[in-house]
Each structure stands twice: as C-alpha cells, then as structure tokens.
Nanobody, 126 residues
Framework: QPQLMESGGGLAQPGGSLRLSCAAS????????VGWFRQAPGEEREAIVC????????WYADSVKGRFTISGDSASSTVYLQMNNLKPEDTATYYC???????????????????WGQGTQVTVSS
C-alpha cells in the first residue's frame, strides 16, 4: 500500500530553519512528481513547492521563493524541504503529496495529487 509520512516539523524562531522529510513507501519518487503544501487554520491548503517527475522543473510559491528548497533525488524514497529564514506566517501544517506520473507535467493544485501524508506541524514564534 503506497504511503507518505512527513517528519521534521516543530517550533522554530523567526529567522530560523527547519528541514522536513517526506518518506515514501510502496513506490519511489522516480515514478512521480512531488508537491509540498501547507494549510494554516481557517485557510485553504496551498501549494508551496512542486517538482515534476522528470526533475526538470520546480515551481515555488512567491511566499517561499528564495527561502525554501526541495531536495532528494528521484530514485530515493525520501524528499526534503529545507526551510530557511522562517517567518511567523509560515506557521501551518505541512503536507507532502504524490503528483503526476506524466514525465514533464507540473501540477500545482491539491486535487491533482493523489496521495497525501498525515502532515507535520510547523510553528514559527519567538
């Protein structure tokens, strides 16, 4: 049964860093694109970083561009989200999700992802 599990969330101070992990089981990232999303209380789930299966295109939301970086090679079972210069507005539950198996497609909307982890909480506060 394919599954995703996020880890690495926690409390960080403004300006600090965290690294989230997304471990896949039952499949490898070589066969799918990947997306990182977040959802704050009372808000809609939003895409923040999306990468296509071919690993040729990566999309970053303007709110995280220059601060967040996705890593992890396609053949591995784990992808990472390095988050630097964290801000209080980054506080949310963070999810990774499995994207398209079409090689160059880069979806950015939640309904285009078919498998989700349980989420990990990130709180940025002094």
């Amino acid at each position: 049964q394919p599954q995703l599990m996020e880890s690495g969330g926690g409390l960080a101070q403004p300006g600090g860093s965290l690294r989230l992990s997304c471990a896949a089981s039952g499949f490898t990232w070589d066969d799918y694109g990947v997306g990182w999303f977040r959802q704050a209380p009372g808000e809609e789930r939003e895409a923040i970083v999306c990468r296509n299966r071919a690993d040729t295109r990566t999309w970053y939301a303007d709110s995280v561009k220059g601060r967040f970086t996705i890593s992890g090679d396609s053949a591995s079972s784990t992808v990472y989200l390095q988050m630097n210069n964290l801000k209080p507005e980054d506080t949310a539950t963070y999810y990774c999700a499995r994207g398209s198996s079409i090689y160059f497609t880069l979806p950015t909307r939640p309904h285009e992802y078919d498998l989700w982890g349980q989420g990990t909480q990130v709180t940025v506060s002094s």
